[in-house]
């Protein structure tokens, strides 16, 4: 098993950028493919992006493709969601998963998640 503790998140303007940390406490970090989903009041959770084990293969909502990376350090048990341009429709509440072996976008596949970390976007 896994525990993830989301940090960075916080208020950005419009136009900005916010960088989310993912700290992964347990065993064989690398042995998870990791993905980033977000909340936003009265919606459902969404698929924002993935990565797969190694770090060579990413993933992608069109939403956010160009404007958000994801990456990870398996050495620190870490990975990353950089945002930049952000939207105020992108105010949400954002959470990092872990799951075994390849990346997926359904959320309900996805074995292990943090807590969650509020994003604000201002006009």
């Known amino acids: 098993q896994v525990h993830l503790v989301e940090s960075g998140g916080g208020l950005a303007q419009a136009g900005g950028s916010l960088r989310l940390s993912c700290a992964a406490y347990g065993r064989t970090f690398s042995r998870y493919a990791m993905g980033w989903f977000r909340q936003a009041e009265g919606k459902e959770r969404e698929f924002v992006t993935a990565?797969?084990?190694?770090?060579?293969?990413?993933y992608y909502a069109d939403s956010v493709k160009g404007r958000f990376t994801i990456s990870r350090d398996n050495a620190k048990n870490t990975v990353y969601l950089q945002m930049n341009s952000l939207k105020p429709e992108e105010t949400a509440v954002y959470y990092c998963?872990?799951?075994?072996?390849?990346?997926?976008?359904?959320?309900?596949?996805?074995?292990?998640w943090g807590q969650g970390t509020q994003v604000t976007v201002s006009s």
């Open positions: 990565i797969n084990r190694s770090g060579v293969s990413t």
């Open positions: 998963a872990a799951v075994i072996g390849y990346p997926v976008v359904r959320p309900t596949a996805y074995d292990y």
